[in-house]
């Protein structure tokens, strides 16, 4: 039980008040059995429940992260005068080769959690082709981490047989686990595009492919090459989307196809802005990612604000999309209707999954009260997550991550990070 909440933004307008489903003064949230059992005020306390004190915090559901990299933590600030090609060049094709199967579980589980102190609570993790035993401990340390997590597994149409046996073996016994294929959509390799369409067509999930970051991805075409196979719908999550045209763009929101919105990643790069009010007129679902190693940690209030403030800037238009209240909505619920979760997650919706983060406002960058909803976008910090909850399970209490040797987790990938320089 939390109880006593001064603020909770459920994310549901017929739980609470508005679009963001809101509820004040003295809102108690019931979590029984891994899911959100009740939300309102004067909740009777079960016999046996442990009662957390939430009076003056604010409370939400976790956050969705749609766009990952994690084993990108080994390169944390590294190629920052390059633009996507240089960096591409130097910093992740040249490492990832060099990282064996334990200094990938080092970066990764550093690196989930980061993300998950931080109140992401599922992410989408694009993993790039590594040996199947590396994919192993990939996918170990993201269990470990205790966070709700999606694989979104790159293959060559040649090792496309490790997809099904990878979900099989590693990710279907695990119950906050899920599956995604992973792609490169080009016109050059629609051959190879189409074998892994049918393999995550025949798996029953999502297809996951970086689309349109860059203006010299329009030579590969994959708007073309993503329709050409049949893959253009709702079982397709585009990542960036930065360089669509107009076409496109009513292409994507008549075919229901999904949006990873990584602004953050998209400035380091100096890849553009994404076209989000053009998307949001057409009613594309969106959310946003951090996108690996070119966001550099995680940190959803910094994606939140950069959302917001680009195309602020570039409109000169305070009312443009995304609002406050609309990117709330993108880190959270629509998020988890960008890979079809929201039946699950992404609400404190009575029944679904308990993944709720409590948030202090009781620091020097977050006091005084004004307008706290504003405040979670303009002023949040990491730091003001003081409570993690995924899928029932306290993940961190009083700011602090549960059963977690943090020391030892960053001696471990300064150890993976020694040998990756060593390898140089």
Not at 48 to 58: E, I, P, T
Not at 187 to 214: C, F, I, P
Request: glycine share 10%; charged share 20%; proline share 5%.
């Amino acid at each position: 039980m939390l109880r006593g909440a001064d603020l909770v933004l459920t994310m549901d307008p017929e739980v609470g008040a508005g679009e963001l489903g809101t509820l004040e003064g003295g809102v108690d949230v019931l979590m029984r059995d891994g899911t959100i059992a009740a939300v309102g005020r004067g909740l009777a306390v079960p016999p046996g429940a442990r009662v957390v004190d939430a009076g003056g915090k604010l409370v939400l559901p976790g956050f969705v992260d749609l766009h990952n990299h994690l084993w990108q933590s080994s390169i944390r600030g590294g190629c920052s005068a390059q633009d996507v090609n240089g960096w591409l060049a130097a910093c992740n094709r040249a490492n990832l080769p060099k990282i064996d199967a334990q200094d990938m579980y080092r970066f990764v589980h550093l690196a989930a959690l980061d993300a998950l102190q931080t109140g992401v609570t599922t992410v989408v993790d694009w993993v790039h082709p590594v040996p199947y035993g590396t994919t192993e401990r990939y996918v170990r340390a993201l269990d470990d981490a205790g966070l709700r997590f999606v694989y979104a597994m790159a293959q060559s149409s040649a090792d496309r047989a490790l997809v099904p046996r990878a979900k099989k073996e590693l990710l279907d016994p695990l119950p906050l686990a899920s599956l995604q294929v992973a792609v490169h959509a080009e016109m050059s390799t629609v051959k190879h595009l189409r074998l892994l369409y049918e393999t995550a067509r025949d798996l029953g999930v999502m297809l996951n492919s970086h689309v349109l970051e860059q203006r010299d991805d329009r030579k590969d075409d994959p708007i073309r090459a993503l329709r050409t196979v049949g893959a253009f719908g709702p079982g397709l999550l585009m990542n960036h989307a930065v360089h669509l045209t107009d076409d496109e763009i009513a292409l994507t929101g008549e075919h229901d196809v999904r949006v990873a919105h990584c602004p953050l990643s998209n400035m380091r790069l100096a890849s553009g802005i994404a076209p989000l009010p053009a998307l949001h007129r057409r009613g594309v679902r969106a959310g946003l990612g951090h996108d690996g190693g070119t966001n550099d940690t995680s940190d959803m209030f910094g994606l939140m604000k950069a959302a917001v403030g680009l195309q602020r800037a570039r409109h000169e238009d305070a009312a443009v999309h995304p609002t406050i209240p609309a990117v709330l909505r993108m880190a959270t619920l629509g998020g988890a209707e960008c890979v079809g979760m929201a039946d699950r997650i992404g609400s404190l919706t009575p029944g679904k999954r308990a993944d709720v983060i409590v948030l202090d406002p009781g620091t020097l960058n977050f006091a005084p009260r004004f307008d706290w909803t504003s405040q979670i976008v303009l002023n949040g910090q990491p730091p003001n997550v003081s409570d993690v909850f995924v899928d029932g399970h306290v993940r961190k209490s009083r700011g602090e991550l549960v059963h977690v040797d943090t020391a030892r987790v960053v001696r471990e990938a300064e150890r993976a990070a020694a040998h990756l320089r060593a390898a140089a």
